[in-house]
């Protein structure tokens, strides 16, 4: 697992920047009723999606929480007065107080008993009767986009994804949330090329296949044998889900 208060100050820049966060924005904002009038960001990391949301709707007042004060440092930046340090399986927050609740990027990090399902439980919870909650599905394997090194990391070992979308729907359909629709956007300028490919190996991106060690040096070697090391490969295309809570 990466730690996000060292990430905090290079996260943007590392995952595609404003340009993913402008189509992480407008494809979530798609999914959301423009009667809605309250939103909270859980999870919200640097504020960079966060303060798309706000800016594309001045009408909604948007609200961020993130765990890691590295982020939140970040985001209130972006977001003076709007952003709270908070843990997503115990958010700071009476029932039913938002019109809409998004989650991006962050259900695929919850790999601890039942994390997930912890934070779709509070979700739930803060949304009002006719609310909709937003979350990003199936994020690990978006990255697979069938390039060359695909299929150098093809034998690497692999979690069970927390954020799969099946696993998903059935915890919002426990915690009384239907199914209300979905989108899908690119992720621009996450394209992996092999050299940036194995300086993340070496850094812990790939949380089974912990650095130094010896598979890890073996998919890194393999890696730099691939040609064009600088060329980005394809952009991964990420998932939406919404689900609306009944009135």
């Known amino acids: 697992m990466l730690d996000y208060d060292k990430e905090a100050d290079v996260y943007d820049a590392s995952r595609g920047g404003e340009a993913r966060a402008a189509a992480a924005a407008d494809a979530v904002l798609g999914l959301i009723p423009d009667s809605a009038r309250t939103l909270l960001d859980v999870g919200c990391g640097t504020g960079i999606v966060t ?3 706000t800016t594309a709707r001045p ?3 948007v609200t961020g929480a993130d765990l890691t004060y590295g982020m939140v440092r970040m985001a209130a930046a972006r ?3 709007a952003v709270v340090l908070a843990d997503s399986r115990r958010l700071p927050f009476p029932d039913g107080t938002f019109d809409a609740v998004t989650s991006i990027w962050l259900l695929h990090l919850l790999d601890r008993g039942d994390d997930m399902g912890a934070v779709v439980a509070e979700c739930a919870r803060v949304l009002r009767p006719g609310g ?3 979350t990003t599905v199936d994020k690990a394997a978006a990255h697979d986009v069938g390039s060359d090194i695909d299929a150098v990391l093809a034998p690497r ?3 069970a994804a927390p954020d799969a979308a099946a696993r998903v729907e059935a915890r919002a359909a426990e915690h009384g949330l239907d199914p209300a629709g979905r989108a899908r956007f690119t992720g621009l300028g996450q394209g992996r090329s092999p050299r940036r490919t194995v300086a993340d ?3 812990g991106w790939f949380t089974q296949l912990p650095p130094g060690a010896a598979l890890t040096e073996r998919f890194a070697t393999e890696l730099q044998t691939l040609p064009d090391p600088d060329r980005p490969r394809p952009d991964p295309v990420f998932s939406l889900r919404a689900f ?4």
């Open 51 to 53: 303060r798309r949301l």
């Open 59 to 61: 009408a909604l007042r």
């Open 79 to 81: 977001l003076p007065g």
């Open 132 to 134: 909709v909650y937003v």
């Open 157 to 159: 070992p692999r979690r």
């Open 201 to 203: 190996l070496r850094r």
């Open 244 to 247: 609306r809570k009944p009135g």
